[in-house]
């Protein structure tokens, strides 16, 4: 990290899923909020681009960390805006079914990356729609995550009613079910 500071280098995070380091994400530090006395670094970094590991090598020679060769997909960014409005309006509903307020402002340009890390996706799922290269795919995946996920917790709370008729579970959380 310290060199990517000093030098305004990127750097990449390979996704490596089921047994698998096939895909990653460049990145670029937009803010080191905090440096322990370790050395370690609590930072802030900005997706740049979706990239394919062509080859790996774990460690580099006198280096703590590992580089590879990689190949940049070029990805589609251009966001239906009818489909970014349905994902809004689906996550507002998610939002409000677990109590959290929704971080999305309805004004802000968004992408399917901007909503895929706050709405509940599994690893497995973020890596999948990693994969995907159009943005019309990654929005179509999105709202069926959230229009299915959505039910689910409607069914959660209803159990979470149900259950505390019978004086049992009262401080129930559902994030915790």
């Given at each position: 990290m310290s060199e990517c500071i000093a030098d305004g280098k990127t750097f990449g995070i390979p996704a490596y899923v089921?047994?698998?380091?096939?895909?990653?994400?460049?990145?670029?530090?937009?803010?080191?909020?905090?440096i322990y006395d370790d050395g370690r670094m609590d930072i802030s970094i900005l997706g740049l681009a979706v990239f394919v590991v062509v080859g790996f090598r774990n460690p580099v020679q006198d280096k703590l960390y590992s580089s590879g060769?990689?190949?940049?997909?070029?990805?589609?960014?251009a966001a239906d805006e009818e489909k970014v409005a349905c994902i809004l309006d689906l996550v507002d509903r998610f939002y409000m079914k677990i109590g959290?307020?929704?971080?999305?402002?309805?004004?802000?340009?968004?992408?399917?990356?901007?909503?895929?890390h706050k709405i509940g996706l599994s690893i497995n799922e973020?890596?999948?729609?990693?994969?995907?290269?159009?943005e019309s795919q990654r929005l179509d995946f999105i709202i069926a995550h959230l229009m299915d996920t959505t039910p689910q917790l409607q069914e959660?709370?209803?159990?979470?009613?149900?259950?505390?008729?019978?004086?049992?579970?009262?401080k129930f959380d559902a994030l915790y079910f």
């Open positions: 089921n047994n698998k380091l096939e895909l990653g994400t460049e990145v670029e530090i937009i803010d080191v909020v905090k060769s990689v190949r940049i997909k070029i990805i589609d960014l959290i307020t929704n971080p999305f402002q309805k004004t802000k340009n968004h992408n399917s990356y901007s909503f895929a973020e890596y999948q729609m990693l994969g995907m290269m159009e959660i709370e209803r159990t979470k009613k149900k259950i505390a008729m019978n004086g049992h579970f009262k």
